[in-house]
């Protein structure tokens, strides 16, 4: 398969994901079961957890995501999570979606139109999927790099996920998460974190406003 064709697939795949790509940084930090760590390993994991702490806490948190793969293809929004990631708003520029666990509401202000999914629908979650990966799959480290936390993940020989390396960007005091470069195939994907705020989500913001999209605008029931 040549680079052009690889780049082709993980572009399609990105653009038909782009709340998958946007949730790497969040997928990393699920914990793992069964992991055999060294010192090095432990500290990583540690750090891991006190974000993953953060942004899936039922505190809830809040943040906005500045995608670039490669200068090519560029996507921008903003995310909220709660319960674990169960519960989940993001606004781009195409629309916005509101998940509160059991239903989603996908507005696509362009086409005016609103698709509806159960929350655990396999059509939700075929596109996601492709990101997931564990712990296990990966040797990890933590390191300094100007003034900044930034661990590094790499995937292990035998490992099948898509995702063959990341690197996390800290703050070095406050371990709030700056940025993560992602490699998916052959290509590096930047995304950029700003506006994090972990804590203070209210449970309303993930309840579809049904009210303001009454007139002008589609509903397609795919449940």
Same mark, same amino acid.
């Given at each position: ?53 953060? /942004? ?95 661990? /590094? ?66 509903? /397609?029931?795919?449940?």
């Amino acid at each position: 398969m040549t680079a052009s064709i690889v780049f082709k697939k993980t572009k399609m795949m990105i653009k038909k994901s782009i709340v998958g790509l946007s949730m790497l940084l969040l997928s990393m930090m699920i914990p793992a079961t069964a992991y055999s760590h060294t010192t090095e390993d432990e500290t990583a994991r540690q750090l891991f957890e006190e974000v993953y702490n953060k /942004v899936y806490g039922p505190q809830g948190c809040l943040l906005s995501y500045d995608v670039n793969l490669v200068g090519v293809y560029k996507t921008k929004g903003t995310i909220w999570y709660k319960d674990n990631g169960k519960k989940m708003k993001f606004i781009d520029a195409r629309g916005t979606s509101w998940n509160d666990g059991k239903t989603v509401y996908m507005v696509n202000d362009k086409k005016k139109v609103i698709n509806i999914y159960d929350a655990n629908s396999k059509e939700m979650n075929k596109y996601t999927n492709k990101f997931k990966f564990t712990f296990d799959d990966f040797n990890y480290s933590l390191k300094e790099k100007n003034g900044k936390k930034v661990l /590094v993940l790499k995937q292990k020989k035998g490992a099948k996920g898509t995702v063959k390396e990341a690197q996390v960007i800290l703050d070095a005091k406050t371990h709030t998460p700056e940025m993560a470069r992602v490699k998916v195939m052959l290509f590096w994907a930047n995304i950029k974190i700003s506006n994090f705020k972990s804590g203070g989500i209210s449970d309303d913001l993930f309840v579809f406003p049904r009210e303001k999209f009454s007139k002008g605008y589609k509903y /397609v029931d795919n449940r």
